[in-house]
Structure formats: structure tokens, C-alpha cells
């Protein structure tokens, strides 16, 4: 059974960090990425990382103050969020697909998580 669990929101205030990660299990994933939804928002692209060579690309709203990682030990993929700022507050979602493509829409990915809640109070 795929399963990708996200876990580390939170409420925090603008300046702060977080670090979110997503757990993946079931199946081996060629590509992770995040997304966010605020509300009354499209679900937009956040980064992405392939997992056999590490490349990485952002979307120009968090590039230079989030970066993507993982862990292939632990099958984890991380997002490190810092100076946060109020419109970074959404739903993070952590999303895999099996293609090492690098993709930055939404449904291209096939796996997703329930998603976990960032809030930055200015």
C-alpha cells in the first residue's frame, strides 16, 4: 500500500521556520514534490527533487528561503521553510510519481499526502 505521511506544520509567526517532512512507503518513487493550497487558491507548486540524483528546482515565490531534501535511509523527503511570511500559509501537500521527469503541475504527480497545515501570523 503507497503511502506518503507529511508531518511538521504548524502556526508560527513571520521570520520563523518549519521543517515539514513526508514519509513514503510501498513503493519506490522516482520524483517528490510540494504543493500548497490556500484557501480560495489553486493548489500551486512549491519544489521539486528527483530521488536518484538529488536535483532540485523551486517556484520563484519561495526560491532562496525553502529547500528540498531527502533521506534515502529513511525514504523521507523534507521541505526547510525559513523567513516564513504570512502569504506562505497554506496547506502543504507532498506529492510522488514514479517518472524521474522533473514536473511542476499537479496532475502529473499520482500519490499524494492528506496534506498538513502551515500558518505564519504576521
Known amino acids: 500500500q503507497v503511502q506518503l505521511v507529511e508531518s511538521g506544520g504548524g502556526l508560527v509567526q513571520a521570520g520563523a521556520s518549519l521543517r515539514l517532512s513526508c514519509a513514503a512507503s510501498?513503493?519506490?518513487?522516482?520524483?517528490f514534490a510540494w504543493f500548497r493550497q490556500a484557501p480560495g487558491k489553486e493548489r500551486e507548486f512549491v519544489a521539486v527533487i528527483t530521488w536518484t540524483d538529488g536535483f532540485t528546482s523551486y517556484s520563484d515565490s519561495v526560491k532562496g528561503r525553502f529547500t528540498i531534501s531527502k533521506d534515502n535511509a529513511k525514504n523521507t523527503v523534507y521541505l526547510q521553510m525559513n523567513s516564513l511570511k504570512p502569504e506562505d500559509t497554506a496547506v502543504y501537500y507532498c506529492?510522488?510519481?514514479?517518472?524521474?521527469?522533473?514536473?511542476?503541475?499537479?496532475?502529473?504527480?499520482?500519490?499524494w499526502g492528506q496534506g498538513t497545515q502551515v500558518t505564519v501570523s504576521s
Open positions: 510501498g513503493r519506490a518513487f522516482g520524483t
Open positions: 506529492a510522488a510519481k514514479m517518472s524521474r521527469v522533473v514536473g511542476r503541475m499537479a496532475n502529473a504527480y499520482t500519490y
